[in-house]
T-cell receptor, first 118, second 109 residues
């Protein structure tokens, strides 16, 4: 099956710094990747849709200047949390859609990145 | 917008059968997916239904009724390792997934 990786798996940073999270599709080309945030004991909330070669589409309420998304190639999308604050501490998960999958609606999730902002 | 409802938690014993229901209200419905998530882990894909009926994958089955905006995930021969959160998710015409709040399944010996 399709494999998606994320790096780093966890990160601790000081308030005010920026953190970059990478999401890679390892064995397929993903024209579309998605970024989610999940707080403890809650559901996954879609933050944005990352499209290769074009600007990301952000969900309502998500600050695009704070959460910078770049999808520079068909296998890599990055999420940069700029000027992170403690309330940004969360589990960030990316997913990718394989357009050649039997069910192209299926999303394959990365292992997630746990961000803790001190 | 999208709205999904599923029970918050279910407890059952090993070997039992558990059914997790999911009702949804959505515009532009394409399909219903189910994901499993263990504590501290990422969601893993279980099943996808685009058409009415039952899809069986080993011990897990998923059902969809589009006319009723309803689906369920059936877990059979429960094992301890099945203790996890289970999310239903609706996909819309832009391939976005909207997740339900999740059902915590606890399997007891």
């Amino acid at each position: 099956g399709a494999v998606v990786s994320q790096h780093p798996s966890w990160v601790i940073c000081k308030s005010g710094t920026s953190v970059k999270i990478e999401c890679r599709s390892l064995d397929f080309q993903a024209t579309t990747m998605f970024w989610y945030r999940q707080f403890p004991k809650q559901s996954l909330m879609l933050m944005a849709t990352s499209n290769e070669g074009s600007k990301a589409t952000y969900e309502q309420g998500v600050e695009k200047d704070k959460f910078l998304i770049n999808h520079a190639s068909l296998t890599l999308s990055t999420l940069t949390v700029t000027s992170a604050h403690p309330e940004d501490s969360s589990f960030y998960i990316c997913s990718a859609r394989d357009p050649n999958d039997r069910d192209p609606d299926t999303q394959y999730f990365g292992p997630g990145t746990r961000l803790t902002v001190l | 917008g999208q709205s999904l409802e599923q029970p918050s938690e279910v407890t059952a014993v090993e070997g039992a059968i558990v059914q997790i229901n999911c009702t949804y209200q959505t515009s532009g419905f394409y399909g219903l997916s189910w994901y499993q998530q263990h504590d501290g882990g990422a969601p893993t894909f279980l099943s996808y239904n685009a058409l009415d009926g039952l899809e069986e994958t080993g011990r897990f089955s998923s059902f969809l009724s589009r006319s009723d905006s309803y689906g369920y995930l059936l877990l059979q021969e429960l094992q301890m390792k099945d203790s996890a959160s289970y999310f239903c998710a609706v996909s819309s015409n832009d391939y976005k997934l909207s997740f339900g709040a999740g059902t915590t399944v606890t399997v007891r010996a």
